[in-house]
């Protein structure tokens, strides 16, 4: 697939969102891309309360499933929203890809807790880290944020959950859009 051109204002991304709402979900049977991108804000909501910028990242993370490979859809999200939304937000969407594969690396406990589709995906993302990739890992400085966003995409992915609709989170994107 050939990477689209970065979102050049919010309302472009809001327009792409709303598409996503009519895109079944490739990771989660019974969602859309949107309604799993929503349950994942929702979910760091309650997680972090005060982190609305990480709250964005984890409504946005999967934006990338939609023109890239499953292997490389966080690095294409993270270039689909750089310029609008800024580096932070950019590095958590790019982040939740490794994230799972540390969490499987380093915590014997969270492989059983991903879902069918997520365990299939981890070894085209590249299964287990390394010891260099679990040390470049600990040096992100996002990597903590990137963790719970993981948590929070592996814990959205329930159908007919009722969470906040993208009208609610619309005027945090804008606070964070850039154009």
Same mark, same amino acid.
Do not use: N
């Given at each position: 697939?050939?990477?689209? #051109?970065?979102?050049?204002?919010? @309302?472009? /991304? #809001? !327009?792409?969102?709303?598409?996503?709402?009519?895109?079944?979900?490739?990771?989660?049977?019974?969602?859309? #891309? /949107?309604?799993?991108?929503?349950?994942?804000? @929702?979910?760091?909501?309650?997680?972090?309360?005060?982190?609305?910028?990480?709250?964005?990242? $984890?409504?946005?993370?999967?934006?990338?499933?939609?023109?890239?490979?499953?292997?490389?859809?966080?690095? !294409? $999200?993270?270039?689909?929203?750089?310029?609008?939304?800024? #580096?932070? +937000?950019?590095?958590?969407?790019?982040?939740?890809?490794?994230?799972?594969?540390?969490?499987?690396?380093?915590?014997?406990?969270?492989? @059983?807790?991903?879902?069918?589709?997520? +365990?299939?995906?981890?070894?085209?993302? $590249? $299964?287990?880290?390394?010891?260099?990739?679990?040390? @470049?890992?600990?040096?992100?400085?996002?990597?903590?944020?990137?963790?719970?966003?993981?948590?929070?995409?592996?814990?959205?992915?329930?159908?007919?959950?009722?969470?906040?609709?993208?009208?609610?989170?619309?005027? !945090?994107?804008?606070?964070? !859009?850039?154009?």
């Amino acid at each position: 697939m050939s990477q689209p #051109e970065p979102f050049a204002d919010v @309302a472009a /991304l #809001e !327009a792409f969102l709303e598409l996503m709402g009519r895109t079944p979900s490739s990771e989660a049977e019974g969602l859309t #891309e /949107l309604d799993h991108g929503l349950q994942c804000a @929702a979910e760091l909501q309650l997680a972090a309360p005060d982190d609305v910028e990480l709250q964005v990242a $984890g409504l946005l993370h999967d934006l990338g499933h939609t023109v890239s490979h499953i292997r490389d859809h966080g690095v !294409a $999200g993270a270039t689909l929203v750089r310029d609008l939304m800024g #580096e932070r +937000i950019a590095d958590l969407v790019a982040l939740h890809i490794p994230a799972k594969r540390y969490l499987v690396t380093t915590d014997p406990t969270y492989r @059983a807790r991903l879902s069918p589709d997520s +365990i299939r995906t981890l070894a085209l993302q $590249g $299964g287990d880290m390394s010891v260099a990739e679990v040390a @470049a890992y600990d040096a992100e400085p996002h990597g903590q944020a990137g963790l719970d966003l993981r948590r929070a995409d592996e814990a959205a992915k329930t159908p007919g959950r009722v969470v906040p609709d993208l009208d609610y989170w619309r005027p !945090a994107l804008r606070q964070f !859009a850039r154009a």
